[in-house]
């Protein structure tokens, strides 16, 4: 008689919890799942997919501006915000039934609700108990409210993606990249859009570059970007406008404020520092390199670790516990290297070290930029204009950092993440044939250092040395 229910407990059916329970599932482990919520997981209801689903429909709005400059007619396009929604939750149900069957045919059993640790080896889910020789925390994050005055008239990304209607006007406080996107959905499906920044420029913690090319990008777009404003109150009048009152004591008016300020990890309540589980001061639980926690039988994978907090790290991260802990195949996930993408508009990609960081970790490096006018807009007439650049160690030759905002940016920087993990120099970028006419062959004919503005400004310094030398 085996000493426990199962092999493997999971609490929490997202990305990183279905991942791990079902590759463990796969080598034969027997493996439960809880969930109080819908299966998939953030990615699947609450993020990447409905998000992208909404990029795509919101981008026909400048599909049929474009159009015109190509010699189409289009007669004025009508949208139908609930017609869009009813077309999403279709697929999002759909997504849920498919979820539901792979964890079957892995021979994971799925318990629905929510999941509280009792002890080392025990879980208890609706009242019954569960006992398991391992336990897997893969209860994902939450968006973050701040505590001001009439902050329950906001909403978070959970609510945004479900709006009953299209407000007229939006505010978004925060400019990180939940924040882009859903101003770049909602200011192309017609909303007026006003972004609240804590600094000047959006995407704290991308390449300065990038962040300075998109926060024009976005203002050529309409959406009213102001910088250094932050919401003291929020009040809702009898007719349902809300009155935002800034810091600074002026007043917005719009019809929904969308919070998008953060997340934080979902260990609440859980009954993990009851078992001895550590947690940092944000509320994430500690792990090793293992992915495992302060108790040895106890690990934790994706958004609650807040390691980085993208839907394929937490499925890595489940698999390779999976096949150290179930496949005699000791796997740790390297966390460097890990693309990612803003799907705003126009969207962003990056991959490796932002020129700072580059120039922090490695001394002298060599800058390629490349600022253009896309092909397509010569003839659709909009003004956007599409920027990349490659950061290339100076010593070595080899690139450190890929970086584009443009059209398809996320869809070249897969590829360039791949040579970025290869280690790929400039050398071999130069020897790279580009495929012609696309905007990606940028990223192999570029010629033209930047000039370092450290040597720059020494040259210019040098310069001025010599007259008063003599
Ligand atoms: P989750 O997917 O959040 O899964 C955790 C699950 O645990 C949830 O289903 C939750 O209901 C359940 N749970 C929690 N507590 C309990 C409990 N006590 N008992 C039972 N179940 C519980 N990532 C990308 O890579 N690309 C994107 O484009 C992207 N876009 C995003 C857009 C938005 C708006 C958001 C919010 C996130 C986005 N992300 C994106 C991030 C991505 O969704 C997360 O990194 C990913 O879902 C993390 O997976 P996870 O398994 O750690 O957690």
């Given at each position: 008689?085996?000493?426990?229910?199962?092999?493997?407990?999971?609490?929490?059916?997202?990305?990183?919890?279905?991942?791990?329970?079902?590759?463990?599932?796969?080598?034969?482990?027997?493996?439960?799942?809880?969930?109080?919520?819908?299966?998939?997981?953030?990615?699947?209801?609450?993020?990447?997919?409905?998000?992208?689903?909404?990029?795509?429909?919101?981008?026909?709005?400048?599909?049929?501006?474009?159009?015109?400059?190509?010699?189409?007619?289009?007669?004025?396009?009508?949208?139908?915000?609930?017609?869009?929604?009813?077309?999403?939750?279709?697929?999002?149900?759909?997504?849920?039934?498919?979820?539901?069957?792979?964890?079957?045919?892995?021979?994971?059993?799925?318990?629905?609700?929510?999941?509280?640790?009792?002890?080392?080896?025990?879980?208890?889910?609706?009242?019954?108990?569960?006992?398991?020789?391992?336990?897997?925390v893969?209860t994902g994050s939450h968006?973050f409210?701040?505590?001001?005055?009439?902050?329950?008239?906001?909403?978070?990304?959970?609510?945004?993606?479900?709006?009953?209607?299209?407000?007229?006007?939006?505010?978004?406080?925060?400019?990180?990249?939940?924040?882009?996107?859903?101003?770049?959905?909602?200011?192309?499906?017609?909303?007026?859009?006003?972004?609240?920044?804590?600094?000047?420029?959006?995407?704290?913690?991308?390449?300065?570059?990038?962040?300075?090319?998109?926060?024009?990008?976005?203002?050529?777009?309409?959406?009213?970007?102001?910088?250094?404003?932050?919401?003291?109150?929020?009040?809702?009048?009898?007719?349902?406008?809300?009155?935002?009152?800034?810091?600074?004591?002026?007043?917005?008016?719009?019809?929904?404020?969308?919070?998008?300020?953060g997340r934080v990890p979902n260990t609440k309540g859980l009954?993990l520092e009851?078992?001895?589980v550590r947690l940092n001061e944000r509320g994430a639980v500690q792990?090793?390199?293992?992915?495992?926690t302060?108790?040895?039988?106890?690990?934790a994978?994706?958004d609650v670790t807040d390691?980085?907090?993208?839907?394929?790290?937490?499925?890595?991260?489940?698999?390779?516990?999976?096949?150290?802990?179930?496949?005699?195949?000791?796997?740790?996930?390297?966390?460097?290297?890990?693309?990612?993408?803003?799907?705003?508009?126009?969207?962003?990609?990056?991959?490796?070290?932002?020129?700072?960081?580059?120039?922090?970790?490695?001394?002298?490096?060599?800058?390629?930029?490349?600022?253009?006018?896309?092909?397509?807009?010569?003839?659709?007439?909009?003004?956007?204009?599409?920027?990349?650049?490659?950061?290339?160690?100076?010593?070595?030759?080899?690139?450190?950092?890929?970086?584009?905002?443009?059209?398809?940016?996320?869809?070249?920087?897969?590829?360039?993440?791949?040579?970025?993990?290869?280690?790929?120099?400039?050398?071999?970028?130069?020897?790279?044939?580009?495929?012609?006419?696309?905007?990606?062959?940028?990223?192999?004919?570029?010629?033209?250092?930047?000039?370092?503005?450290?040597?720059?400004?020494?040259?210019?310094?040098?310069?001025?040395?010599?007259?008063?030398?003599?």
């Open positions: 008689m085996p000493q426990y229910d199962f092999d493997l407990f999971t609490i929490g059916a997202g990305s990183g919890g279905v991942a791990a329970s079902r590759r463990a599932g796969s080598y034969g482990a027997r493996v439960a799942i809880c969930e109080d919520s819908r299966i998939g997981g953030t990615c699947v209801h609450r993020g990447c997919v409905p998000k992208k689903l909404l990029v795509y429909g919101a981008h026909f709005h400048a599909d049929f501006e474009d159009a015109a400059g190509y010699g189409w007619s289009v007669p004025e396009p009508t949208f139908d915000w609930t017609k869009l929604q009813a077309a999403k939750n279709k697929e999002l149900d759909r997504l849920d039934g498919v979820y539901r069957r792979l964890l079957r045919d892995s021979g994971v059993q799925l318990i629905e609700g929510r999941g509280r640790v009792v002890d080392a080896h025990t879980v208890e889910v609706g009242g019954k108990r569960y006992t398991a020789e391992r336990l897997l893969a968006p409210l701040p505590e001001i005055p009439g902050i329950e008239h906001a909403i978070t990304s959970d609510g945004a993606l479900s709006l009953p209607e299209l407000p007229r006007r939006l505010a978004i406080v925060g400019g990180g990249y939940i924040g882009v996107e859903f101003a770049g959905i909602f200011n192309a499906l017609g909303a007026k859009v006003m972004m609240l920044l804590r600094g000047e420029t959006v995407l704290r913690g991308f390449d300065n570059d990038i962040r300075g090319m998109l926060t024009q990008e976005l203002r050529k777009k309409g959406i009213d970007l102001r910088p250094e404003t932050f919401i003291r109150d929020i009040e809702k009048r009898p007719d349902g406008t809300l009155s935002l009152l800034t810091r600074m004591g002026d007043t917005l008016e719009v019809d929904a404020v969308l919070y998008a300020t009954g009851e078992v001895g792990v090793d390199e293992w992915s495992r302060s108790v040895e039988n106890i690990y994978v994706g390691r980085i907090n993208l839907t394929p790290v937490a499925i890595a991260e489940g698999r390779a516990l999976a096949e150290t802990l179930f496949h005699d195949n000791p796997t740790k996930f390297d966390h460097t290297g890990v693309a990612s993408a803003v799907f705003c508009q126009p969207p962003v990609g990056t991959v490796g070290c932002t020129e700072n960081q580059a120039r922090e970790r490695y001394g002298q490096v060599d800058v390629y930029v490349s600022n253009f006018r896309p092909m397509k807009h010569t003839l659709s007439g909009r003004d956007e204009r599409t920027m990349m650049k490659v950061i290339v160690e100076r010593a070595s030759g080899r690139v450190l950092g890929f970086h584009m905002v443009g059209a398809d940016a996320p869809e070249i920087i897969q590829g360039m993440a791949v040579a970025l993990k290869c280690g790929v120099t400039k050398k071999q970028l130069d020897a790279t044939v580009g495929i012609h006419p696309t905007a990606a062959e940028e990223f192999v004919t570029m010629r033209d250092k930047r000039p370092d503005p450290e040597e720059a400004a020494a040259q210019e310094r040098g310069r001025d040395a010599v007259p008063h030398a003599h």
